[in-house]
């Protein structure tokens, strides 16, 4: 059995992240320099992966984004603006969508067809919004108990193909990597989780999970890869919150490292969605 890893990245700034209010972050700082270190690690090993792009850094980042793409990655939507969709009226969250397929379009020509949701908020509801939009592919599914900014997606009708890959007509929806522990989903996917757990028990949670599982799908942000350590944050940022953004900030790089090497100790093929789905026909 062929095995695939997504090692995909939400490509968004520090100040997007849930737990800070945009309107009181210092926008003039910037965490993005994260992509090219990321881009780096990627040529390194020759992987082809997914990036999932906020439309609001679209103007900012569209030359990147076309060299991107020419590297053989696959551009997707991250939303418009980072709000959390299920905080927005279905109606609202069309006008968003659209708002991020129209940007792609003026500045990169590019037409987004694969959509992961902020903070994987999403419903069955506006799953079918994205899919009345035209888009292929939906990867906003996670399984996590004791995380209260995740949505909960009904796929009732969705052909399972296994724990990670469902599929209905031509839409699929992809779920990120989860692995039980004791009766509970713990994320094995994330790059916050990367990032803060020590790298031996990562790697014994992503033992568990690769006997049982042919895809592996995982996610990163520029912030957790940026050499800029120094961003001031706003000030009434509560002590959990800062120590949560920085933490292991300075480790991931090596993490990373080890992770793809792992993967590939495993057999992983490194791929992007849009080559999963041609793969399952
Ligand atoms: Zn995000």
Redesign the pocket.
Known sequence: MKKYAVLSM?V?DWY?LDYFKKEECDQSQSTLDGLDIYLDILDRYDIKTTFFIVGELVEVLKDKIKLIQQKGHEICL?SYA?QRPLQLSPEDFRKDTLKGMHTFKEYTDIEVTGYRA??FSLDRERLEVLRDLGFNFDSSKIKFDAHDLYGRMDLNGFEEFNSVVYKQGSFYEFEASTVEVFGKSLPVSGGGYLRIFPWALTKALLKKYFKTNQHYFFYI?PFEFSKNYNIRIPEKTDFKTKIRFNQGRKSVENKMHKLIKLLKENNYSFVTFNQIMKNEG
């Open positions: 939400d968004e997007h991250h980072h902020p903070c942000h």
